[in-house]
């Protein structure tokens, strides 16, 4: 089965340039497009596409209030990738925050889109180090510091834990995590699993921004 992809995106010449990208593909395939966040929650309920591709700026509807709607109203929500221009963007900040899988550059090359849609698709989460750094170090501060604090230190994680969790906020993959710990695939995700319970974190970006917001890492 191929991966389906929602496009969402005020301008009709990026949907335009992501649909033929993507439906090159042989493994994925666009089922849908939409030019607002508005209009999002209806075309996920029934299209249910595997990936979103969300533009974080829309007149209507922004990508972070069409995130949170997606994952608060959609029983099993599809993975959400924000699309963006700048990737220092307090827009973009909350919409990771908000539960998006991580963020993709509008002037991504073809080969860096079509490797975010696989990777979210599979479960990873799509996050640039340096680019998360600067974007904790410019909105994290007051948006969530003591309430992260707190849910780290209840967390409780095993050393091993922590190690995981400073290699996801790196921006590795659990391949690359496995690879740099020397042990097994199944096993990070084991780890990263636990993790994510421990914080009451959605996926892997809630987990890093807490990370970053608590002080567990920090942005310098």
Same mark, same amino acid.
């Given at each position: ?36 966040g508005a209009a999002v929650?209806?075309? !996920? ?24 709607? !997606? ?48 990777? !979210? ?48 906020a790196r921006g590795l ?18 780890? !990263? ?27 310098g």
């Open positions: 089965m191929p991966i389906t992809v929602l496009l969402v995106d005020d301008e009709p010449l990026v949907r335009a340039g992501l649909r033929a990208v993507l439906d090159a593909q042989p493994d994925i395939e666009v089922v849908g497009e939409a030019a607002d929650i209806p075309l !996920v309920r029934s299209l249910r596409p595997d990936v979103v591709a969300m533009d974080v700026r829309m007149p209507l509807m922004d990508g972070i209030e069409a995130t949170e709607a !997606v994952l608060r109203t959609v029983q099993d929500p599809p993975k959400i990738v924000v699309v963006t221009t700048f990737e220092n963007d307090e827009y973009v900040y909350g919409a990771l925050r908000a539960g998006a899988d991580g963020f993709l550059l509008k002037r991504a090359r073809p080969a860096e889109i079509v490797n975010a849609v696989r990777l !979210v698709a599979e479960g990873d989460s799509l996050l640039f180090p340096a680019a998360v750094r600067r974007l904790a170090a410019s909105y994290g501060r007051g948006s969530g510091g003591a309430a992260a604090r707190t849910a780290l230190e209840r967390a409780r994680l095993t050393e091993r834990e922590a190690e995981v969790l400073r290699l996801m993959t659990n391949a690359e995590i496995a690879a740099r710990l020397v042990v097994g695939t199944e096993t990070v995700k084991s780890h !990263v699993s636990a993790v994510l319970a421990k914080l009451g974190a959605r996926d892997r970006t809630q987990a890093v921004i807490a990370a970053y917001e608590s002080g567990f890492v920090s942005p």
